[in-house]
Protein backbone atom coordinates (compact mmCIF):
# COMPACT_ATOMS: atom_id res chain seq x y z
CA UNK A 1 0.00 0.00 0.00
CA UNK A 2 1.50 3.12 -0.89
CA UNK A 3 1.71 6.32 1.31
CA UNK A 4 -0.49 9.20 1.39
CA UNK A 5 1.22 12.76 0.37
CA UNK A 6 0.39 14.35 3.63
CA UNK A 7 -0.95 17.92 1.40
CA UNK A 8 -3.51 15.20 0.23
CA UNK A 9 -4.23 13.69 3.35
CA UNK A 10 -4.91 17.19 4.61
CA UNK A 11 -6.98 18.27 1.76
CA UNK A 12 -8.94 15.29 2.34
CA UNK A 13 -9.62 15.37 5.78
CA UNK A 14 -10.42 19.87 5.37
CA UNK A 15 -13.19 18.62 2.97
CA UNK A 16 -14.77 16.42 5.89
CA UNK A 17 -15.82 19.59 7.36
CA UNK A 18 -17.41 20.91 4.24
CA UNK A 19 -19.66 18.00 4.28
CA UNK A 20 -21.29 19.24 7.48
CA UNK A 21 -21.30 22.70 6.81
CA UNK A 22 -24.97 24.21 7.37
CA UNK A 23 -26.29 22.40 9.85
CA UNK A 24 -23.42 22.67 12.02
CA UNK A 25 -21.53 25.80 13.45
CA UNK A 26 -17.78 26.32 12.87
CA UNK A 27 -17.25 26.06 16.10
CA UNK A 28 -18.42 22.48 16.70
CA UNK A 29 -16.78 20.87 13.76
CA UNK A 30 -14.09 19.53 15.70
CA UNK A 31 -16.87 17.82 17.87
CA UNK A 32 -18.24 15.82 14.75
CA UNK A 33 -15.40 15.52 12.80
CA UNK A 34 -12.54 14.30 14.88
CA UNK A 35 -14.53 11.49 16.32
CA UNK A 36 -15.43 10.20 13.23
CA UNK A 37 -11.51 10.31 11.90
CA UNK A 38 -10.58 8.35 14.66
CA UNK A 39 -12.63 6.02 14.72
CA UNK A 40 -11.60 5.44 10.88
CA UNK A 41 -7.79 5.52 12.07
CA UNK A 42 -8.36 2.86 14.75
CA UNK A 43 -10.85 0.63 12.48
CA UNK A 44 -7.95 0.81 9.94
CA UNK A 45 -5.18 -0.29 12.66
CA UNK A 46 -6.62 -2.72 13.53
CA UNK A 47 -7.54 -4.03 10.42
CA UNK A 48 -3.52 -4.25 9.23
CA UNK A 49 -2.47 -5.72 13.06
CA UNK A 50 -5.49 -8.63 11.91
CA UNK A 51 -3.71 -9.29 8.52
CA UNK A 52 -0.31 -9.52 10.27
CA UNK A 53 -1.43 -11.80 12.77
CA UNK A 54 -3.15 -14.05 10.38
CA UNK A 55 -0.06 -14.40 8.72
CA UNK A 56 1.69 -15.31 11.49
CA UNK A 57 -0.99 -17.59 13.09
CA UNK A 58 -3.25 -18.42 10.57
CA UNK A 59 -5.94 -18.77 13.10
CA UNK A 60 -8.76 -16.50 12.97
CA UNK A 61 -9.88 -16.30 16.32
CA UNK A 62 -6.03 -16.43 17.59
CA UNK A 63 -5.59 -13.13 15.51
CA UNK A 64 -7.92 -11.53 16.92
CA UNK A 65 -6.13 -11.99 20.62
CA UNK A 66 -5.61 -8.66 22.30
CA UNK A 67 -1.46 -9.81 21.79
CA UNK A 68 -2.16 -8.45 18.35
CA UNK A 69 -4.14 -5.11 18.77
CA UNK A 70 -3.25 -1.78 20.65
CA UNK A 71 -6.99 -0.89 20.60
CA UNK A 72 -9.70 -3.74 20.11
CA UNK A 73 -12.36 -3.38 18.16
CA UNK A 74 -15.11 -5.05 18.94
CA UNK A 75 -16.83 -6.51 15.59
CA UNK A 76 -20.27 -5.47 16.01
CA UNK A 77 -18.38 -1.88 16.24
CA UNK A 78 -16.40 -2.11 13.52
CA UNK A 79 -15.97 0.84 10.85
CA UNK A 80 -17.63 -1.32 7.89
CA UNK A 81 -20.48 -2.44 10.29
CA UNK A 82 -21.51 1.16 10.46
CA UNK A 83 -20.39 2.31 6.99
CA UNK A 84 -22.80 -0.47 5.88
CA UNK A 85 -25.74 1.05 7.74
CA UNK A 86 -28.85 3.41 5.49
CA UNK A 87 -30.60 4.49 8.35
CA UNK A 88 -30.44 5.34 11.92
CA UNK A 89 -26.34 6.09 11.03
CA UNK A 90 -26.08 8.40 13.98
CA UNK A 91 -27.31 5.85 16.89
CA UNK A 92 -25.24 3.20 14.70
CA UNK A 93 -21.56 5.44 15.36
CA UNK A 94 -22.83 6.09 18.69
CA UNK A 95 -23.34 2.62 19.39
CA UNK A 96 -20.45 1.66 18.12
CA UNK A 97 -18.35 4.34 19.67
CA UNK A 98 -19.50 3.18 23.27
CA UNK A 99 -18.83 0.20 22.81
CA UNK A 100 -14.84 0.65 21.62
CA UNK A 101 -14.46 2.37 25.19
CA UNK A 102 -16.06 -0.15 26.93
CA UNK A 103 -13.18 -2.73 25.40
CA UNK A 104 -11.12 -0.55 26.15
CA UNK A 105 -10.58 1.31 29.44
CA UNK A 106 -7.97 3.97 28.84
CA UNK A 107 -10.22 5.25 25.69
CA UNK A 108 -13.28 5.79 28.11
CA UNK A 109 -15.23 9.32 27.22
CA UNK A 110 -12.42 9.77 24.10
CA UNK A 111 -15.07 10.08 21.89
CA UNK A 112 -17.16 13.01 23.15
CA UNK A 113 -20.50 13.72 23.61
CA UNK A 114 -21.83 15.03 20.68
CA UNK A 115 -25.38 14.39 20.17
CA UNK A 116 -24.98 11.86 17.23
CA UNK A 117 -28.77 11.21 17.09
CA UNK A 118 -29.95 14.36 16.16
CA UNK A 119 -31.44 13.66 12.94
CA UNK A 120 -32.57 17.76 12.45
CA UNK A 121 -29.05 18.34 13.04
CA UNK A 122 -27.61 15.31 11.41
CA UNK A 123 -29.88 13.36 8.96
CA UNK A 124 -28.90 9.72 7.49
CA UNK A 125 -28.28 11.36 4.24
CA UNK A 126 -25.73 13.67 5.87
CA UNK A 127 -23.97 11.09 7.69
CA UNK A 128 -23.74 8.53 5.01
CA UNK A 129 -21.92 11.25 2.94
CA UNK A 130 -19.38 12.29 5.39
CA UNK A 131 -18.82 8.56 5.89
CA UNK A 132 -18.12 7.38 2.68
CA UNK A 133 -15.67 10.68 2.44
CA UNK A 134 -13.56 9.01 5.22
CA UNK A 135 -14.10 5.73 3.83
CA UNK A 136 -12.33 6.55 0.14
CA UNK A 137 -9.13 6.28 1.80
CA UNK A 138 -7.14 4.05 4.25
CA UNK A 139 -5.98 5.63 7.10
CA UNK A 140 -3.85 2.56 8.72
CA UNK A 141 -0.09 2.84 9.49
CA UNK A 142 0.73 1.30 6.06
CA UNK A 143 -0.82 4.26 4.23
CA UNK A 144 -0.33 7.20 6.66
CA UNK A 145 2.32 7.19 9.32
CA UNK A 146 2.19 8.26 12.96
CA UNK A 147 3.84 11.30 12.32
CA UNK A 148 1.80 12.72 9.15
CA UNK A 149 -1.69 11.16 11.15
CA UNK A 150 -0.41 13.62 13.46
CA UNK A 151 0.53 16.65 11.62
CA UNK A 152 -2.73 15.77 9.75
CA UNK A 153 -4.51 16.24 12.79
CA UNK A 154 -2.87 19.41 13.83
CA UNK A 155 -3.64 20.94 10.76
CA UNK A 156 -7.38 20.43 11.29
CA UNK A 157 -7.23 22.00 14.74
CA UNK A 158 -5.32 24.77 13.55
CA UNK A 159 -7.83 25.32 10.72
CA UNK A 160 -11.09 24.75 12.78
CA UNK A 161 -9.50 27.47 15.07
CA UNK A 162 -9.30 29.30 12.42
CA UNK A 163 -12.67 29.26 11.33
CA UNK A 164 -13.85 29.35 15.06
CA UNK A 165 -11.74 32.22 15.87
CA UNK A 166 -12.91 33.63 18.94
CA UNK A 167 -14.28 30.71 20.65
CA UNK A 168 -10.82 29.04 19.61
CA UNK A 169 -9.09 30.53 22.49
CA UNK A 170 -10.77 28.46 25.08
CA UNK A 171 -8.67 25.36 22.86
CA UNK A 172 -5.87 26.42 20.62
CA UNK A 173 -2.84 28.19 21.41
CA UNK A 174 -0.61 29.15 18.10
CA UNK A 175 1.92 26.66 17.90
CA UNK A 176 5.05 28.86 17.02
CA UNK A 177 3.96 30.44 20.49
CA UNK A 178 4.06 27.12 22.60
CA UNK A 179 7.52 26.11 20.32
CA UNK A 180 8.36 29.48 22.35
CA UNK A 181 7.77 28.03 25.42
CA UNK A 182 8.48 24.70 25.19
CA UNK A 183 12.45 25.55 23.77
CA UNK A 184 12.55 28.08 26.91
CA UNK A 185 11.70 25.34 29.06
CA UNK A 186 14.20 22.52 26.90
CA UNK A 187 12.39 19.51 28.42
CA UNK A 188 14.46 16.04 27.84
CA UNK A 189 13.80 12.48 27.60
CA UNK A 190 13.06 11.09 31.09
CA UNK A 191 11.27 14.16 32.67
CA UNK A 192 7.52 14.92 33.48
CA UNK A 193 5.49 17.29 31.85
CA UNK A 194 2.32 18.93 32.99
CA UNK A 195 -0.05 20.98 31.00
CA UNK A 196 -3.19 22.28 33.50
CA UNK A 197 -5.28 23.58 30.97
CA UNK A 198 -3.82 21.46 28.32
CA UNK A 199 -6.99 22.56 25.52
CA UNK A 200 -6.61 20.03 22.59
CA UNK A 201 -3.06 18.64 23.88
CA UNK A 202 -0.68 21.02 21.57
CA UNK A 203 2.07 22.08 24.33
CA UNK A 204 2.18 18.67 25.16
CA UNK A 205 2.60 17.57 22.04
CA UNK A 206 5.05 20.49 21.10
CA UNK A 207 7.31 18.38 24.37
CA UNK A 208 7.25 15.42 22.41
CA UNK A 209 8.50 17.20 19.05
CA UNK A 210 10.99 18.94 20.54
CA UNK A 211 12.64 16.10 22.61
CA UNK A 212 12.87 13.52 19.46
CA UNK A 213 14.04 17.24 17.22
CA UNK A 214 16.79 16.83 19.68
CA UNK A 215 17.78 13.23 19.20
CA UNK A 216 15.96 12.31 22.40
CA UNK A 217 13.39 9.19 23.15
CA UNK A 218 9.69 11.21 23.43
CA UNK A 219 8.95 7.63 25.12
CA UNK A 220 10.25 8.17 27.86
CA UNK A 221 8.66 11.44 28.85
CA UNK A 222 5.63 11.40 31.71
CA UNK A 223 2.97 13.35 30.00
CA UNK A 224 -0.04 14.31 31.88
CA UNK A 225 -2.90 17.35 31.24
CA UNK A 226 -5.76 18.52 32.52
CA UNK A 227 -9.00 20.01 30.65
CA UNK A 228 -12.38 21.29 32.09
CA UNK A 229 -13.98 20.70 28.55
CA UNK A 230 -14.78 17.18 27.53
CA UNK A 231 -15.23 17.53 23.73
CA UNK A 232 -11.37 19.57 23.94
CA UNK A 233 -10.25 16.85 26.85
CA UNK A 234 -11.53 13.97 23.88
CA UNK A 235 -9.81 15.87 20.79
CA UNK A 236 -6.25 16.01 22.87
CA UNK A 237 -6.41 12.24 24.08
CA UNK A 238 -7.34 11.04 20.45
CA UNK A 239 -4.37 13.66 19.23
CA UNK A 240 -1.32 12.16 21.57
CA UNK A 241 -2.79 8.43 20.69
CA UNK A 242 -2.65 9.74 16.88
CA UNK A 243 0.80 10.95 17.49
CA UNK A 244 1.89 7.45 18.65
CA UNK A 245 2.02 8.34 22.24
CA UNK A 246 0.93 6.12 24.14
CA UNK A 247 2.42 6.73 27.84
CA UNK A 248 -0.03 9.59 29.12
CA UNK A 249 -2.40 10.63 31.18
CA UNK A 250 -5.33 13.50 30.43
CA UNK A 251 -7.82 13.90 33.14
CA UNK A 252 -10.91 15.88 32.92
CA UNK A 253 -12.32 18.73 35.62
CA UNK A 254 -11.66 21.54 36.88
CA UNK A 255 -8.24 22.15 37.73
CA UNK A 256 -8.33 25.21 39.92
CA UNK A 257 -11.06 23.24 42.03
CA UNK A 258 -10.51 20.03 41.41
CA UNK A 259 -6.72 19.11 40.35
CA UNK A 260 -7.09 15.73 39.81
CA UNK A 261 -3.06 14.95 39.71
CA UNK A 262 -3.02 14.26 43.64
CA UNK A 263 -0.22 11.62 45.18
CA UNK A 264 -1.08 11.25 49.18
CA UNK A 265 -3.32 14.41 49.41
CA UNK A 266 -0.64 16.23 47.84
CA UNK A 267 -0.26 17.62 44.52
CA UNK A 268 1.42 16.05 42.23
CA UNK A 269 4.90 17.50 41.23
CA UNK A 270 7.04 17.39 38.07
CA UNK A 271 10.05 18.57 35.99
CA UNK A 272 8.02 21.30 33.19
CA UNK A 273 4.29 22.63 33.66
CA UNK A 274 3.60 24.87 30.86
CA UNK A 275 0.07 26.31 30.07
CA UNK A 276 -1.78 28.95 28.25
CA UNK A 277 -4.68 29.03 31.13
CA UNK A 278 -8.15 31.42 30.32
CA UNK A 279 -7.03 34.78 30.56
CA UNK A 280 -8.59 36.50 33.90
CA UNK A 281 -11.29 34.38 35.00
CA UNK A 282 -13.58 35.63 36.88
CA UNK A 283 -15.63 32.70 38.33
CA UNK A 284 -12.10 30.17 38.96
CA UNK A 285 -12.93 29.17 43.18
CA UNK A 286 -11.71 32.22 45.45
CA UNK A 287 -13.93 30.41 48.12
CA UNK A 288 -12.37 27.15 47.77
CA UNK A 289 -8.87 28.80 47.21
CA UNK A 290 -9.44 30.58 50.90
CA UNK A 291 -8.49 26.88 52.58
CA UNK A 292 -6.99 25.08 49.98
CA UNK A 293 -5.83 21.98 51.22
CA UNK A 294 -2.94 21.39 48.84
CA UNK A 295 -1.24 24.78 49.75
CA UNK A 296 -1.05 26.65 46.66
CA UNK A 297 -1.67 30.54 47.96
CA UNK A 298 1.70 30.29 49.93
CA UNK A 299 2.05 33.54 48.25
CA UNK A 300 -1.34 35.12 49.04
CA UNK A 301 -4.85 34.60 47.56
CA UNK A 302 -5.79 35.64 44.13
CA UNK A 303 -8.52 38.22 44.03
CA UNK A 304 -12.04 37.07 43.84
CA UNK A 305 -12.86 37.97 40.01
CA UNK A 306 -9.17 37.90 38.43
CA UNK A 307 -8.00 33.83 38.40
CA UNK A 308 -4.64 34.85 36.75
CA UNK A 309 -2.20 34.56 39.79
CA UNK A 310 -4.62 31.21 41.01
CA UNK A 311 -2.80 29.39 37.55
CA UNK A 312 0.46 31.06 38.47
CA UNK A 313 0.50 29.14 42.31
CA UNK A 314 -1.12 25.89 41.21
CA UNK A 315 1.33 25.94 38.84
CA UNK A 316 4.16 26.51 40.74
CA UNK A 317 2.88 23.82 43.58
CA UNK A 318 3.23 21.93 41.13
CA UNK A 319 6.90 22.33 40.32
CA UNK A 320 9.71 19.16 41.72
CA UNK A 321 11.99 20.98 43.64
CA UNK A 322 14.60 21.28 40.16
CA UNK A 323 11.19 22.35 38.41
CA UNK A 324 10.52 24.85 36.25
CA UNK A 325 7.49 26.40 34.54
CA UNK A 326 6.25 28.72 31.47
CA UNK A 327 2.56 30.21 31.72
CA UNK A 328 0.78 32.79 29.21
CA UNK A 329 -0.95 35.82 30.93
CA UNK A 330 -2.84 39.29 30.16
CA UNK A 331 0.24 41.91 30.47
CA UNK A 332 -2.06 42.99 33.75
CA UNK A 333 -0.36 40.87 36.21
CA UNK A 334 2.74 42.24 35.68
CA UNK A 335 1.56 45.65 37.35
CA UNK A 336 -2.28 44.92 38.80
CA UNK A 337 -1.70 46.03 42.46
CA UNK A 338 -4.11 44.60 45.51
CA UNK A 339 -3.68 41.63 45.94
CA UNK A 340 -2.00 40.03 42.59
CA UNK A 341 0.49 43.13 43.62
CA UNK A 342 1.10 41.04 46.79
CA UNK A 343 1.66 37.83 45.10
CA UNK A 344 3.99 39.79 42.77
CA UNK A 345 6.23 41.17 45.26
CA UNK A 346 6.21 37.58 47.32
CA UNK A 347 7.23 35.92 44.06
CA UNK A 348 9.65 38.60 42.95
CA UNK A 349 11.65 38.19 47.02
CA UNK A 350 11.88 34.67 46.67
CA UNK A 351 13.49 34.81 43.55
CA UNK A 352 10.67 32.63 41.53
CA UNK A 353 10.37 35.02 38.57
CA UNK A 354 13.43 34.15 36.55
CA UNK A 355 12.18 35.97 32.88
CA UNK A 356 9.05 37.75 31.42
CA UNK A 357 8.53 38.20 27.52
CA UNK A 358 6.35 40.34 25.93
CA UNK A 359 4.55 39.71 23.44
CA UNK A 360 2.93 41.30 19.96
CA UNK A 361 -0.67 42.12 20.16
CA UNK A 362 -3.38 40.26 18.55
CA UNK A 363 -1.57 36.82 18.64
CA UNK A 364 -3.81 34.62 20.08
CA UNK A 365 -7.64 33.81 19.09
CA UNK A 366 -10.82 35.50 20.67
CA UNK A 367 -8.50 38.43 22.34
CA UNK A 368 -6.76 41.05 20.53
CA UNK A 369 -4.67 41.83 23.75
CA UNK A 370 -0.97 41.60 24.09
CA UNK A 371 0.30 38.64 26.42
CA UNK A 372 3.21 37.90 28.28
CA UNK A 373 5.39 34.92 28.66
CA UNK A 374 6.04 34.64 32.72
CA UNK A 375 9.46 32.29 33.23
CA UNK A 376 9.53 30.90 36.96
CA UNK A 377 11.82 27.98 38.49
CA UNK A 378 11.92 26.54 41.84
CA UNK A 379 15.94 26.53 41.84
CA UNK A 380 17.77 29.13 39.87
CA UNK A 381 21.60 29.98 39.34
CA UNK A 382 22.99 31.88 42.22
CA UNK A 383 24.11 34.43 40.00
CA UNK A 384 20.89 35.20 38.03
CA UNK A 385 19.40 35.44 42.02
CA UNK A 386 18.06 39.04 42.60
CA UNK A 387 17.31 40.19 38.89
CA UNK A 388 14.85 39.25 36.41
CA UNK A 389 15.48 39.12 32.76
CA UNK A 390 12.95 41.47 30.94
CA UNK A 391 12.23 40.72 27.31
CA UNK A 392 10.28 42.95 25.09
CA UNK A 393 9.57 41.36 21.51
CA UNK A 394 6.15 43.43 20.94
CA UNK A 395 8.06 44.19 17.21
CA UNK A 396 8.85 40.39 16.63
CA UNK A 397 5.66 39.64 14.56
CA UNK A 398 4.07 39.24 10.87
CA UNK A 399 1.45 41.65 10.73
CA UNK A 400 -2.51 40.32 8.90
CA UNK A 401 -5.22 41.54 8.95
CA UNK A 402 -7.74 39.84 10.93
CA UNK A 403 -5.00 38.31 13.24
CA UNK A 404 -0.97 39.12 13.84
CA UNK A 405 0.89 36.20 13.28
CA UNK A 406 4.43 34.93 15.00
CA UNK A 407 6.52 32.75 12.34
CA UNK A 408 9.01 29.95 13.00
CA UNK A 409 11.70 32.07 12.76
CA UNK A 410 10.64 34.86 14.50
CA UNK A 411 9.96 32.83 17.74
CA UNK A 412 13.00 31.33 17.35
CA UNK A 413 14.66 34.78 17.19
CA UNK A 414 12.97 35.44 20.30
CA UNK A 415 14.42 32.09 21.90
CA UNK A 416 17.69 33.44 21.08
CA UNK A 417 17.44 36.34 22.43
CA UNK A 418 16.44 34.61 25.61
CA UNK A 419 19.17 31.79 25.59
CA UNK A 420 21.81 33.90 25.04
CA UNK A 421 21.01 36.57 27.76
CA UNK A 422 20.19 33.01 29.86
CA UNK A 423 23.67 31.73 29.25
CA UNK A 424 25.63 34.93 29.63
CA UNK A 425 24.05 35.45 32.89
CA UNK A 426 23.39 39.44 34.52
CA UNK A 427 26.56 39.95 32.96
CA UNK A 428 24.92 39.87 29.57
CA UNK A 429 24.97 43.19 27.35
CA UNK A 430 21.58 44.86 27.37
CA UNK A 431 19.73 45.24 24.29
CA UNK A 432 18.48 48.83 23.97
CA UNK A 433 15.14 48.34 23.75
CA UNK A 434 14.69 44.22 23.61
CA UNK A 435 16.01 43.06 26.36
CA UNK A 436 18.14 43.46 29.76
CA UNK A 437 18.64 41.67 33.34
CA UNK A 438 16.43 43.94 35.81
CA UNK A 439 17.96 43.95 39.73
CA UNK A 440 15.28 43.88 42.11
CA UNK A 441 16.46 46.67 43.75
CA UNK A 442 15.49 48.87 40.96
CA UNK A 443 12.10 46.93 40.45
CA UNK A 444 11.56 47.71 44.37
CA UNK A 445 12.22 51.43 43.71
CA UNK A 446 9.30 50.91 41.25
CA UNK A 447 7.05 49.23 43.84
CA UNK A 448 7.28 45.80 42.50
CA UNK A 449 5.87 47.08 39.45
CA UNK A 450 7.03 44.90 36.50
CA UNK A 451 5.55 47.13 33.24
CA UNK A 452 7.93 45.79 30.60
CA UNK A 453 8.27 49.63 29.58
CA UNK A 454 9.58 50.57 32.55
CA UNK A 455 12.58 48.54 32.25
CA UNK A 456 12.96 47.78 28.61
CA UNK A 457 11.94 50.38 26.25
CA UNK A 458 12.66 51.33 22.56
CA UNK A 459 14.77 54.99 22.32
CA UNK A 460 12.82 57.86 21.18
CA UNK A 461 13.83 59.17 17.70
CA UNK A 462 15.94 62.16 17.87
CA UNK A 463 14.22 64.69 16.73
CA UNK A 464 15.87 66.46 13.73
CA UNK A 465 13.10 69.19 13.08
CA UNK A 466 14.33 72.97 12.74
CA UNK A 467 13.16 75.81 14.89
CA UNK A 468 11.41 77.46 12.20
CA UNK A 469 9.66 74.17 11.24
CA UNK A 470 8.10 73.56 14.46
CA UNK A 471 7.48 77.36 14.61
CA UNK A 472 5.69 76.93 11.33
CA UNK A 473 3.41 73.69 12.35
CA UNK A 474 2.66 75.42 15.31
CA UNK A 475 0.85 78.47 14.12
CA UNK A 476 -0.53 75.70 10.96
CA UNK A 477 -2.07 74.24 14.05
CA UNK A 478 -3.34 77.27 16.02
CA UNK A 479 -5.24 78.23 12.50
CA UNK A 480 -6.58 74.75 12.56
CA UNK A 481 -7.73 75.33 16.06
CA UNK A 482 -9.33 78.65 15.64
CA UNK A 483 -11.18 77.72 12.42
CA UNK A 484 -12.61 74.96 14.26
CA UNK A 485 -13.86 77.04 17.30
CA UNK A 486 -15.51 79.59 14.78
CA UNK A 487 -17.01 76.50 12.96
CA UNK A 488 -18.29 75.57 16.51
CA UNK A 489 -19.39 78.54 17.88
CA UNK A 490 -21.89 79.20 14.64
CA UNK A 491 -23.00 75.62 14.88
CA UNK A 492 -24.05 76.47 18.39
CA UNK A 493 -26.10 79.77 17.45
CA UNK A 494 -27.73 78.33 14.93
CA UNK A 495 -29.04 75.16 17.52
CA UNK A 496 -30.61 78.56 19.80
CA UNK A 497 -27.72 78.69 21.66
CA UNK A 498 -26.90 81.60 23.61
CA UNK A 499 -22.98 82.60 23.46
Known amino acids: MTLINLKDLEAHLWHAAHIITGPIDASDYKTYIFPVLFFKRICDVYDEEFADAMAQVADEELARGDMFHRIKIPAEAHWSKVFAKTKDIGQALKDAFRAVEVANPHLYGIFGDASWTNKERLSDELLSTLLNHFNKVNLGVASVRDDDM ?3 YEYLI ?5 KANKKAGEFYTPRTIVRLMVNVLDPVAGESIYDPACGTGGMLLETIHHVKENGGDPRLLKIKGQEKNLTTEAIARMNLFLHGQEDFQILRGDTLRDPKFVVNDQLETFDCVIANPPFSLKEWGYDKWQNDPYGRKQFGLAPQTNGDFAWV ?17 PH ?15 LLKQNKIEAIIGLASNLFYGTGIPACILVLRQKRPAEHNNHVLIINAEEIY ?24 YLTGIKADEIEGVAR ?25 EETITVEEALRDFQQKLAALEQAEQELEALLIQEGFEL
Open 150 to 152: GRA
Open 158 to 162: KRFAD
Open 313 to 329: QHMLASLNNKGRMAVVL
Open 332 to 346: GVLFRGGAEGAIRTA
Open 398 to 421: TKGRAQNTLSNDQSDEIYRIYKQQ
Open 437 to 461: WVNLDEIAENDFNLNIARYVQKPLE
